[in-house]
């Protein structure tokens, strides 16, 4: 019997996971991933993401594939939008349940992700939230780059904290830190989680790892212990970020599982279940896929 939640994982391979991907992956692919997370017993799905296919031509589908979602009323559908025009399409769906936004902690970043300075990001990302709501569905802000920049390096913890409280103001169903560029470490991870924890009373905080330097595991680890309830995870590890040059795959949902249910943390997710779907994405995929666990022996 499947342990109750003590750690929410939010499945995220359907966007992230495959929003750098070259090849275009079948929408009727995309459907698949979402069945079977919902199969392996995930209840938050990141199923895509509404901005310019021209600039992420493999989520060009955005509309095609909500279209085709399950009618499930315990699962939760996530679109992640940028601004205004993409939070519009995402409501006109009529199936997508929550609006994810994104701000950046520096202006550099903010210009070459979305085309806006780290300021503007987040008042477009309150704007969203605003938006999310009197469309009668919920909204959730990430702060990009919060452990560090692609392009001006170190983030200061201050100027997170910052972001954070202010985001906190639009009252998002919770507030996510981002590695997008997986550069955090354990003890950075506790220090900043602990901080903005604190700083945004009870709002809750998620985080989401990249794995590109081999600390993404243990970071999340850092961060559950701080008192976070909800992780984003990969499907196979696949992921990474377009404009973020070297930002290798999220920490994979598989792994994540097994070192929280060995650890005496539920998940509520089936795990045998993950690593056989693990296996049908590698076929999809056609190469080897970045986590570990589905490419172990079983154990025990």
Known sequence: MLKNHAVEIVEVGPRDGLQNEAAIVAT?????????AIDYGVRRIEVTSFVNPKKVPQLADAEQLVAMLPDRDDVTFIGLVLNRRGAERAVATGRIDELGAVCVTSDSFGIRNQGQSSDESLAAAMEIVALAKKAGRSGQITIATAFGCPIEGRVAIGRVVELAKRAADAEPREIALADTIGVGVPAQVAEVVGRVREAIGGVPVRVH???TRGTGIANVWAAVQEGVATVDASLGGLGGCPFAPGAAGNVATEDVVYMLENSGIGTGLDLPRAVDAAGWLTGVMNRPLPA???RAPAFP
């Open 28 to 36: 009727a692919d995309k459907l698949a991933l979402i069945r079977r």
């Open 209 to 211: 790892f990249h794995n």
């Open 292 to 294: 570990m666990v589905s």
